[in-house]
């Protein structure tokens, strides 16, 4: 009698764990689903925003994603920048001594700093198999902050 106990507890115990694995493919469609639908959002919201760049700034994404991050606050001595003076690093300067008007004209000084090397590239001489030809080294950055109004 023991036989027949041992066969059906079995094919009670494959039956559990294929409805466990039915379940687990079922979770993992909408998972899918999910991220299909999030992926689908996220590239409108590419587009449109590609879009308005052309339109409307006469750039491309491309060129955007070179520029640097723009900032109000840098540091004296250092290299750290902000766009906001409540980040951390900010606000323990300033509760350490340094002066916020100190901040925000060194941070002044590297923004022009930056869009004159923008405005004025220097001509490199690059080797060519036909002869010599000459880049303006406006390529990346350089042609990005130009495009975004920076003549």
Known sequence: MAKPMDARLKDLQQQAKEIKKA???IKNVDKVDAALAKW???DKLKQDFSLMLSTKHNTTLKKVMALPDFFTHAEVKGTRK???SDISWVVEAIKNGANEAGMI???????AKY????????????KATTGDKTSTGNEGKAAAAKDM???
Do not use: F, N, Q, Y
């Open 115 to 126: 869009m004159r090397k923008v405005l004025s590239p220097t001509k490199r001489r690059t």
């Open 40 to 42: 689908a959002e996220m």
């Open 82 to 84: 902000a766009s906001r």
């Open 149 to 151: 109004g920076a003549h």
């Open 23 to 25: 379940i687990k493919e």
């Open 105 to 111: 004209k060194r941070a002044d000084e590297l923004k």
